[in-house]
T-cell receptor, first 113, second 116 residues
Framework: GQQLNQSPQSMFIQEGEDVSMNCTSS?????WLWYKQDPGEGPVLLIA?????ELTSNGRLTAQFGITRKDSFLNISASIPSDVGIYFC?????????????FGQGTRLTINP | DADVTQTPRNRITKTGKRIMLECSQT?????MYWYRQDPGLGLRLIYY???????NKGEISDGYSVSRQAQAKFSLSLESAIPNQTALYFC???????????????FGPGTRLTVL
């Protein structure tokens, strides 16, 4: 089935550092979504991208829909302790239609104060 | 109050038992989903429903069944639980946002199921 490769799998950074993570696919997607999951909770939507090349910000978070439609990245600027969690990308393939999202494996972010 | 709720939040059961996980939503969305989360594997789709009585298999439906008797409720059943069904289970809802095929999903808090 359709798969997304998300990297890195984990990150250990100092508070205040910028963070960058990305997702790639071997085929095109027509929607990219970025979620964050806190321990013991469900994923919460951070940013949604609907057009190739689109760059969208949400506070200190910025995400882009790659021009080739096969990738997306998420940046977090000036990280703070509450940024800790697991970040998931998700994409919707035009081949599979609008029914389903495909999720990346997640990036676990740990911040040292 | 949360828009998407799941019950129970935690459940420990034994091999061979029948288990039902419930999901309720107050968002008024037509579409509902059940996912399973395992460490290192992200979220995998079990079943989804676009409307009452509409049921569709996802990526890993074997060993599971679902019921959508009302717009606001979507239940997941394990007819005979086995240890490799130990996982976190998430319900999600969505509705068309009007952006082409875009379909943003909103997740419940999850149910941690342990099968001994």
């Amino acid at each position: 089935g359709q798969q997304l490769n998300q990297s890195p799998q984990s990150m250990f950074i100092q508070e205040g550092e910028d963070v960058s993570m990305n997702c790639t696919s071997s085929s095109i997607f027509n929607t990219w979504l970025w979620y964050k999951q806190d321990p013991g909770e469900g994923p919460v939507l951070l940013i949604a991208l609907y057009k190739a090349g689109e760059l969208t910000s949400n506070g200190r978070l910025t995400a882009q829909f790659g021009i080739t439609r096969k990738d997306s990245f998420l940046n977090i600027s000036a990280s703070i302790p509450s940024d800790v969690g697991i970040y998931f990308c998700a994409g919707r393939s035009p081949i599979q239609g609008a029914q389903k999202l495909v999720f990346g494996q997640g990036t676990r972010l740990t911040i040292n104060p | 109050d949360a828009d998407v709720t799941q019950t129970p939040r935690n459940r420990i059961t034994k091999t061979g038992k029948r288990i039902m996980l419930e999901c309720s939503q107050t968002k008024g969305h037509d579409r509902m989903y059940w996912y399973r989360q395992d460490p290192g594997l992200g979220l995998r789709l079990i079943y989804y429903s676009f409307d009452v009585k509409d049921i569709n298999k996802g990526e890993i439906s074997d060993g599971y069944s679902v019921s959508r008797q009302a717009q606001a409720k979507f239940s997941l059943s394990l007819e005979s639980a086995i240890p490799n069904q130990t996982a976190l289970y998430f319900c999600a809802t969505s509705d068309l946002t009007g952006q082409g095929d875009a379909d943003t999903q909103y997740f419940g808090p999850g149910t941690r199921l342990t099968v001994l």
